[in-house]
């Protein structure tokens, strides 16, 4: 298995400008999440998603949107970068390992809004 | 409201010597509490899980307690190695609700 990937690993978006970060999970997991993670800072929830079909906000959805069509991917979209938008951006994705509900990462995708 | 607090915020220790986290939780009830080392530049990656009937967990030289009583926990590295240095993030979560300490970042130096 692959677990948990993302794609970009790193981007530099203009003022203004929209993009998509991309999450892939190929576990079967329900469960997905968008974190941001700013320097120093711990890690901050911008939507979650119970299944396909089905999202939710988290602690800091403004400036986001995501959607879920399929149980693998899980799209974070950005519509106006702005600078308070610069961060690192984490995927997750959560079932149950050894009878216990795990949650598993991505690389991050770094993103600079200039 | 439900949070979670780590200390110290940072720590350096020479290689070799153990060192001992704390993390402080108000989340009630909970599942479970997770320790994730994170690599600079990385993703988190799970060490140890516990449920709230667990005391104490171990994986390699990392050792996790927990006390639900007093809602405390504490991962203590054994001879630690260039390698650990990281940050190491305390979980605390209630069903699908993961609330993250803000971590203790750790430099081990030679």
């Known amino acids: 298995n692959a677990g948990v990937t993302q794609t970009p690993k790193f981007r530099i978006l203009k003022i203004g400008q929209s993009m998509t970060l991309q999450c892939t999970q190929d576990?079967?997991?329900?469960?997905m999440y968008w974190y941001r993670q700013d320097p120093g800072m711990g890690l901050k929830l911008i939507y979650y998603s119970v299944g396909a079909g089905i999202t939710d906000k988290g602690e800091v959805p403004n400036g986001y949107n995501v959607s879920r069509s399929t149980t693998e991917d899980f799209p974070l979209r950005l519509e106006l970068a702005a600078p308070s938008q610069t961060s690192v951006y984490f995927c997750?994705?959560?079932?149950?390992?050894?009878?216990?509900?795990?949650?598993?990462f991505g690389p991050g995708t770094r993103l600079l809004v200039l | 409201k439900n949070q979670v607090e780590q200390s110290p915020q940072s720590l350096i220790i020479l290689e070799g010597k153990n060192c001992t986290l704390q993390c402080n939780y108000t989340v009630s009830p909970f599942s479970n509490l997770r320790w994730y080392k994170q690599d600079t530049g990385r993703g988190p990656v799970s060490l140890t899980i516990m449920t709230f009937s667990e005391n104490t967990k171990s994986n390699g030289r990392y050792t996790a307690t927990l006390d639900a009583d007093t809602k405390q926990s504490s991962l203590h590295i054994t001879a630690s190695q260039l390698s650990d240095s990281a940050s190491y993030i305390c979980v605390v979560s209630e069903g699908n609700q993961f609330y993250f300490g803000t971590g203790t970042s750790l430099t081990v130096i030679p």
């Open positions: 997750a994705s959560s079932g149950l390992t050894g009878g216990q509900e795990t949650q598993y």
């Open positions: 576990m079967n997991h329900n469960y």
